[in-house]
């Protein structure tokens, strides 16, 4: 292994080359779209947008707001064959801050999220009819550090409550908003792509599910592969309204089975897979994933942001990974969300550049800016890179941080 390290605009850069391949074991896990942490990931990244979309058209920016520390705590259900209901509402705790005024104009908050969530349930759990309780936990508190000296109002007493927008120092200038990191890991290989697409295309309401109604979304995957051999645990709920006996169920999992073989020989070829599903079923009790939406939010699950996928789309405990939950963190300056994208890109398009195992960690430190992290740790399977090229897909996507704010706001980017 050799090691190169570089110092620009003060971020430490070290770039070891020559490091060993990942190994041929994999252990993968996909949640799918009705999954309580993925529909907790996606309604905070969603009221993080809606939050964003609005202060920037009335206000012409972004204001401060964080709602990463979103739970969902599980209602009650009753299910039968052919019908159901539900007995107890799902609870929705929004915890986080957000600036509700600007300049003395009111920004409606509250109303924003309740109406952000309900839509959000329409369309992903429509079964659920609205019946759910919001808790709003959303305070104005500025962070620690607006000491109160006697001679004016603290700059940063104000960033949840700005006089105007010159009272937003990202607007000066972007820096870290924590001590945090960002990793990022290229390429994936066949399972942990398979994993992705199997569970996409069976709980997306456009894929498996829009000619299959009684599939529910609530889809998780385990995966497990040695060289070229994998074994994977689906867990895929059906929608009990569909569903009218013990053998039209039984009758649905052969379905679920024999898709799950048809998408492996079009995606893996002629390496082996075996597949199990719903292996807690106890068919001659009665004891089945039935459901009525079609998520075990609906029967005391619970969901919390940073618990599901990570910004890689998969939870992949053999590769580098970090605890950070990305969504509802706020796009312009947030390093646990932008670090990790960029981290990933970084690493995907050195992974390209180099034609080998590329690894990125972005490590930042409060306070300093936010295009230039303390600590920038690549580690590349390639031999001898060259190290203009090397830098030079760093820096793009480091200096990039405001198109990709804006990207993260047209495309629903976290939305994975």
């Known amino acids: ?13 070290v770039v070891d080359s020559g490091i060993p391949e990942p190994a041929d074991l994999t252990v993968v896990e996909r949640k799918g779209w009705g999954h309580p942490d ?17 202060t920037l058209r009335e206000f012409g920016a972004v ?22 209901r539900i007995t107890s509402p799902v609870r929705v705790l929004v915890n986080g801050r957000a600036a509700r005024t600007c300049g003395g104009h009111q920004i409606p908050v509250d109303d924003l999220i309740t109406e952000t969530t309900r839509e959000f349930f329409a369309t992903r759990l429509p079964e659920l009819d609205g019946i759910m309780r919001i808790e709003l936990n959303v305070t104005s508190n ?30 000066r200038v972007r820096l870290s908003n924590d001590t945090s990191l960002g990793t990022g890991w290229a390429p994936e290989n066949h399972l942990e792509g398979f994993a992705r697409g199997l569970v996409d295309w069976l709980s997306a309401p456009e894929g498996f599910a829009a000619e299959h109604p009684w599939c529910g979304s609530d889809v998780k ?8 051999d994998f074994d994977l645990v689906l867990c895929v ?15 649905n999992k052969e379905r679920l089975l024999a898709e799950c073989h048809r998408l492996a020989a079009e995606s893996l070829g002629d390496v082996p897979a075996r597949f199990r599903i719903n292996v807690r079923d ?29 910004v890689t789309g998969l939870i992949t405990p053999l590769r580098p990974m970090n605890i950070e939950g990305a969504s509802g963190k706020n796009p312009v300056y947030h390093v646990g969300k932008l670090y990790n994208l960029a981290a990933q890109r970084i690493a995907t398009r050195l992974a390209e ?18 295009d230039r992290p303390w600590r920038v740790h690549v580690r590349l399977a390639a031999t001898y890179p060259q190290p203009d090229k090397v830098h030079a897909v760093i820096f793009q996507a480091l200096d990039g941080f405001p198109a990709l704010t804006e990207e993260i706001l047209a495309t629903g980017l976290m939305m994975s």
Request: with cysteine.
């Open 1 to 13: 292994m050799r090691r190169t390290r570089t110092e620009v605009d003060g971020s430490i850069m």
């Open 38 to 54: 993925t529909l907790a990931d996606h309604l905070a990244e969603s009221l993080s947008q809606a939050y964003s979309r609005h």
């Open 63 to 84: 204001l401060h707001h964080n709602f990463d520390k979103l739970a969902l705590l599980g209602g009650a259900s009753e299910v039968r064959y052919g019908a159901g």
């Open 142 to 171: 500025p962070s620690p550090g607006a000491v109160v000296t006697g001679t004016g109002t603290p700059d940063r007493s104000l960033w949840f409550a700005p006089r105007c927008l010159d009272d937003l120092r990202e607007r």
């Open 221 to 228: 995957l385990m995966g497990y592969g040695v060289g070229e």
């Open 237 to 251: 709920p059906q929608k009990c309204g569909y569903v009218s006996s013990r053998s039209a169920y039984a009758e």
């Open 282 to 310: 106890i068919p001659d009790r009665d004891e089945l994933y039935l459901t009525y939406t079609g998520s075990s939010i609906e029967s005391g699950d619970e969901g919390v942001v940073g618990r599901g996928n990570r």
């Open 353 to 370: 550049t180099t034609g080998g195992y590329a690894e990125v960690h972005l490590i930042s430190a409060t306070g300093q800016r936010l």
